[in-house]
């Protein structure tokens, strides 16, 4: 993969154009506090992490192709979802209105609740 081939497939991924700078290829449109740079330096590929405008090489590598895997690799990589994660959050939205009640009424009954009592606001 070249820089060209990289930004493509960067952009089939959605990850924001802000989120990296390869000159000569893709731009910053925006210049966000940190982003990934892809510059060629001589015979080497540096990757660097550009941040409140400070760059920090943070892996070198010997060819093109390399340093365009490793920063595919770094601004697709998505941790797998927790297992389960989809079945709570859809069952605390099937149950919101109930929970919320809930909580209400919890609050309500504690110490100093709507009456302002001792420990309410």
């Keep these: 993969m070249n820089r060209t081939e990289l930004t493509e497939r960067l952009r089939r991924e ?3 154009d802000a989120l990296y700078d390869i000159p000569g290829v893709h731009g910053v449109p925006v210049q966000l506090d940190a982003y990934y740079v892809l510059r060629p330096e001589g015979d080497a590929w540096p990757v660097l992490l550009r941040q409140r405008g400070q760059e920090e090489v943070i892996a070198r590598f010997g060819t093109e192709a390399e340093a365009c895997g490793y920063l595919y690799d770094t601004l697709t990589d998505v941790p797998p979802p927790v297992p ?12 919101a209105a109930e929970i919320q ?3 209400e009424e919890d609050f309500e009954r504690a110490p100093g609740g709507e ?5 309410g606001v």
């Design 14 to 16: 959605k990850v924001p």
């Design 84 to 95: 389960g994660a989809a079945e709570r959050i859809d069952r605390l939205l099937t149950d």
């Design 101 to 103: 009640r809930r909580a």
């Design 115 to 119: 009456d302002g009592g001792p420990g």
